[in-house]
């Protein structure tokens, strides 16, 4: 089994200040993790994706994520956020099988001018 | 990247009627597809898994005769909402799994179904 925890449903931050996205997951296996972003009424754009080679992977849009085995954490940070990043983000992990995903509940970004 | 198309975008449809959306792979074969559902402000549910040819396997909780998928080729599955009612209204998503052993699904842009 596998699980996904968002620890916060919605963040806030300025613009031009470093966002962070924390992820939390549970798997039996080594997974596969990912970040996914949707702008409102939009379908899912992958920003990043993770499958056992190095533990920072960087992504589209500035956006990178670090895997610690350890503390079993998927963190998604941003040097520097832009009005365009105002959106919801969802972490992801993925089966045993490889191809079924399992969502976290979201974060909600709001990004203030 | 490989895209994945999505017909409806939007339907609005009666209390009762029958609704079919259909979930493309424009230029990858898919012999996996899934189909999901996000209710506003909530995260993706998974639905269905359909593989090409073979009845889709159904999460629990999920009415199978009320959601007909359909994947009947390596580029095409339909999901039909039956005699649908207002609170199966919802943001209706799918994905496709390639055959290249690429370890990502690639979404569709969304179904947006509100039954009135």
């Known amino acids: 089994a596998q699980s996904v925890t968002q620890l916060d449903s919605h963040v806030s931050v300025s613009e031009g200040t470093p966002v962070l996205l924390r992820c939390n997951y549970s798997?039996?296996?080594?997974?596969?993790l990912f970040w996914y972003v949707q702008h409102p009424n939009k379908g899912l754009q992958l920003l990043l994706k993770?499958?056992?080679?190095?533990?920072l992977v960087k992504g589209i849009n500035g956006f990178e994520a670090e895997f610690k085995k350890s503390e079993t954490s998927f963190h998604l940070t941003k040097p520097s956020a832009h009005m365009s990043d105002a959106a919801e983000y969802f972490c992801?992990?993925?089966?045993?099988?490889?191809?079924?995903?399992?969502f976290g509940g979201g974060t909600r970004v709001l990004v203030k001018p | 990247g490989a895209v994945v198309s999505q017909h409806p975008s939007w339907v609005i449809c009666k209390s009762g009627t029958s609704v079919k959306i259909e979930c493309r792979s424009l230029?990858?074969?898919?012999?996996?597809m899934f189909w999901y559902r996000q209710f506003p402000k909530q995260s993706l549910m998974l639905m269905a898994t359909?593989?090409?040819?073979?009845?889709?396997?159904?999460e629990q909780g999920v009415e199978k005769d009320k959601f007909l998928i359909n994947h009947a080729s390596l580029t095409l599955s339909t999901l039909t909402v039956t005699s649908a009612h207002p609170e199966d209204s919802s943001f209706y998503i799918c994905?496709?799994?390639?055959?290249?052993?690429?370890?990502?699904?690639?979404f569709g842009p969304g179904t947006r179904l509100t039954v009135l």
């Open positions: 993770y499958t056992s080679a190095a533990t």
């Open positions: 359909s593989n090409e040819g073979s009845k889709a396997t159904y």
């Open positions: 798997s039996s296996y080594s997974p596969s």
């Open positions: 994905s496709a799994w390639g055959t290249s052993g690429i370890n990502e699904q690639f």
């Open positions: 230029d990858f074969q898919a012999t996996t």
């Open positions: 992801v992990v993925s089966g045993s099988a490889g191809n079924k995903l399992t």
